[in-house]
């Protein structure tokens, strides 16, 4: 049994991560400052003795310092972030204090109190609109979002620190992620969050484009599981990984599916494509299958089912 702090605990990937955790035996301390975390995320661990839940900002000065301190653990997870490229936009500010200073701050308690292993949440928008299919960690980032940009900055600090001071640190790619949980608050949010609530809601749904751009979907389950090895699994190297499935699923296929469980909703509508989407984007999974032992396992299919059958 290890001591897992996890940041951004009550967040979509987050409270996955630490539900996961606590069902591997592990003791669990989560902080989130819920700015865009729910405390509702988290009603399955907080009836856990071994969770414990910290409100507090990661990034303001001293307070990761301070539960590390207290708590030991033998890995972090640091999930706390500012999630939405949209959002990094229009904040580049906020976007720079969350997704870099507070990654500092983090790597930095790692280090003064002895952390073993960090991992980071890292993201497939570090590769930008790179052509290149599928992606693999030998592309440079050229990121093209403050977000992006931040995600492969924390990278670089992160695997110098890794370097400079001996501890195991993995960088997390994340694709497409879905599952229960995600916010479909943001126009820009997931498309798969998006076109369930619509498919619900009795709406129809808008593809923009002709619904043949792909996406590398991987569940929020498999991400989890990923989190979970990256911060326990014995003898892993520090490390970049694309966290993803390797597969390619369309649009078009995203909407059949919802299409089967839902017949009697109106049918898609199309619109133009958006500026700036990529057409097509997919990961290899090797790397991470490599290092950490990790395979995705949920088909999108099934991921899109369980969302569905959802009350
Ligand atoms: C991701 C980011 C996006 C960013 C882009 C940069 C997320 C949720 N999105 O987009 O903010 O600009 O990387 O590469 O992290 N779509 C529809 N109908 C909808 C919503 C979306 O057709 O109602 C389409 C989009 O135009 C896109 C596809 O669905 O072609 C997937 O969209 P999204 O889930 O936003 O993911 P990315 O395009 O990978």
Known sequence: MSHILVTGAAGFIGSHTVEQLLAAGHRVTGIDSFRTG?????????????????????AAAGTVDALVAAARPDAVI?????????????HPDLNYTLNVHAVQLVAEAARRHGVPRLVF???AAIYGDSPVLPLHEGVPAQPISPYGA????????????ARSFGLTVRCQRYFNVFGPRQDPASPYSGVISIFNRRYREGRGVTIYGD?????????VHDVA????LAATRAGIPSG???????RATSLREVVA??????????????????????VHSRGTAILAERELGFQAQVPVADGLAELIRLP
């Open 121 to 123: 949440a890292s993201s």
């Open 211 to 219: 619904g043949g751009q792909t996406r590398d979907f991987v569940s």
């Open 257 to 278: 599916e919802f299409a089967r469980h839902f017949p009697a909703v109106p049918k898609a509508e199309f619109a133009a494509a958006r500026p700036g989407d990529i």
């Open 225 to 228: 599981r990923a989190n979970v």
């Open 240 to 246: 970049v990984a694309n966290i993803c499935t390797g």
């Open 78 to 90: 640091h999930l706390a972030a500012l999630v939405s490229v949209q959002e990094s936009m229009l």
């Open 150 to 161: 931040a995600k492969a900055a924390s990278e670089v600090l992160l695997l110098g620190y």
């Open 38 to 58: 729910h405390r509702a995320n988290l009603a399955n661990a907080l009836r856990e003795p071994a969770f414990a839940l910290h409100e507090t900002d990661v």
